[in-house]
């Protein structure tokens, strides 16, 4: 079943602005993460936050967790056209023998 | 120097047809897993195999069956394809016996259309 939610769907800035995605999902997680795919390509991973953390940064990334609202974002600072793509999340279950549960994404759209 | 490579990248063919998808990584990962992206970008696990043995197996048709020959190696063969199977096909791989503790590091997919 879909663990992870994705807010807003669609993100349209200008270059320079920052973009913040956020992230909702249902059950406990051992972590949460974070992709971006660009159009006609695979997903890469861009940061892994977990369960005992607040808040990790990686270069421009910003991801916080929030256990009790079960809740995360994702701010990207000083966006650049580059960063167009779909930003998913994804949850770590706290199970043995499972697997990432993605969310539908968020579409941002970064013009010069 | 690929991490993670699938063949081919894009397969199309028949109804009724059967197919196969191939994937090697070369990261030394144990695990290594095969998604569905639909034309909506949901993401779907279909199956997880930990040092060639099967560990995640979703509702899934079983005219889906993946094979691990070796740890690196990862295929999935479909019998008798159908209009709905057309979508994107993602192989993956991560450290750990399994399981969701790491990043997984994805393959640039396989789309499948249907005919």
């Known amino acids: 079943s879909q663990q992870g939610e994705e807010d807003p769907q669609a993100l349209s800035i200008q270059e320079g602005e920052n973009a913040t995605m956020n992230c909702s999902y249902k059950t406990s997680i051992n972590n949460l993460q974070w992709y971006r795919q660009n159009s006609g390509r695979g997903l890469v991973h861009l940061i892994l936050?977990?369960?005992?953390?607040r808040e990790k940064h990686s270069g421009r990334l910003r991801v916080t967790l929030d256990t009790s609202k079960k809740s995360s974002s994702l701010l990207i600072t000083a966006s650049r056209a580059a960063d167009t793509a779909s930003y998913f999340c994804a949850t770590g279950p706290n199970q043995a023998g499972t697997a990432l549960i993605f969310g539908k994404g968020t579409t941002l759209s970064v013009s010069s | 120097d690929t991490a993670v490579s699938q063949t081919p990248k894009y397969l199309v063919t028949q109804m009724g047809n059967d197919k196969s998808i191939k994937c090697e990584q070369n990261?030394?990962?144990?695990?290594m897993y095969w998604y569905k992206q639909d034309s909506k970008k949901f993401l779907k696990i279909m199956f997880s195999?930990?040092?060639?043995?099967?560990?995640i197996n979703e509702t899934v048709p079983n005219r889906f069956s993946p094979k691990s020959p070796d740890k690196a190696h990862l295929n999935l063969h479909i019998n008798s394809l159908e209009l709905g199977d057309s979508a994107v096909y993602f192989c993956a791989s991560s450290q750990g016996g399994g399981g969701a503790s790491y990043g997984y590091t994805f393959g640039s997919g396989t789309r499948l259309t249907v005919v």
């Open positions: 990261l030394g990962h144990d695990t």
């Open positions: 195999y930990n040092n060639k043995e099967l560990i």
């Open positions: 936050i977990r369960s005992n953390e």
